[in-house]
T-cell receptor
Framework: EPEVTQTPSHQVTQMGQEVILRCVPI?????FYWYRQILGQKVEFLVSFYNNEISEKSEIFDDQFSVERPDGSNFTLKIRSTKLEDSAMYFCASRGTGSGNEQFFGPGTRLTVL | AQSVTQLGSHVSVSEGALVLLRCNYSSSVPPYLFWYVQYPNQGLQLLLKYTSAATLVKGINGFEAEFKKSETSFHLTKPSAHMSDAAEYFC????????????FGGGTRVLVKP
């Protein structure tokens, strides 16, 4: 069964460093998403992406964040200068076309900012 | 804007007993509703979804949920809990289409006692 994959599973970085979180969505999906879950808190929407552009973003997704689909398979989230409060689990999701289609989630990347 | 409230951050049930997880939503337009399950160290897996067809929705692993518009609720039930049901459960809503951004509730962690 096709699945969304994410790498790395755990990333530790120093405050101020740049990180790139990688996702491989399901191959025939066209809509892509990033969510995050700070420990003990709700899963929060960050950004959605379709047709090579951002379709919606939350107030969390400020200028420090960017997304990219560099090739036909990967979907990345970059944080330019990490802050302590960026420590969270980051989930990638994708979905196919059709209004009834749900999002499929990857296993997540745990980001720890020291 | 839509929102989701899950009553009870922790629920403890005995093996074989009824599982009932409560979810109430707020939306100005007809919603799409979802229940996701998260097992330890794993991503979010879709249990079931409501997309304006039947109000009683059956999902995987014996779970079902009923959409009640008058009560703005989408409670999740399972007649007989199994040890493998121990996980965290998230209710989520999207509007406009099932694939639009998800707004999650705070989650309910289920403990199953032998």
């Amino acid at each position: 069964e096709p699945e969304v994959t994410q790498t790395p599973s755990h990333q530790v970085t120093q405050m101020g460093q740049e990180v790139i979180l990688r996702c491989v969505p399901i191959s025939n999906h066209l809509y892509f998403y990033w969510y995050r879950q700070i420990l003990g808190q709700k899963v929060e929407f960050l950004v959605s992406f379709y047709n090579n552009e951002i379709s919606e973003k939350s107030e969390i997704f400020d200028d420090q964040f960017s997304v990219e689909r560099p090739d036909g398979s990967n979907f990345t989230l970059k944080i330019r200068s990490t802050k302590l409060e960026d420590s969270a689990m980051y989930f990638c999701a994708s979905r196919g076309t059709g209004s009834g289609n749900e999002q499929f989630f990857g296993p997540g990347t745990r980001l720890t900012v020291l | 804007a839509q929102s989701v409230t899950q009553l009870g951050s922790h629920v403890s049930v005995s093996e074989g007993a009824l599982v009932l997880l409560r979810c109430n939503y707020s939306s100005s337009v007809p919603p799409y509703l979802f229940w996701y399950v998260q097992y330890p160290n794993q991503g979010l897996q879709l249990l079931l979804k409501y997309t304006s067809a039947a109000t009683l929705v059956k999902g995987i692993n014996g779970f079902e949920a009923e959409f009640k518009k008058s009560e703005t609720s989408f409670h999740l039930t399972k007649p007989s809990a199994h040890m493998s049901d121990a996980a965290e459960y998230f209710c989520a809503v999207s509007i406009g289409a099932a694939g639009n951004k998800l707004t999650f509730g705070g989650g309910t962690r289920v403990l199953v006692k032998p």
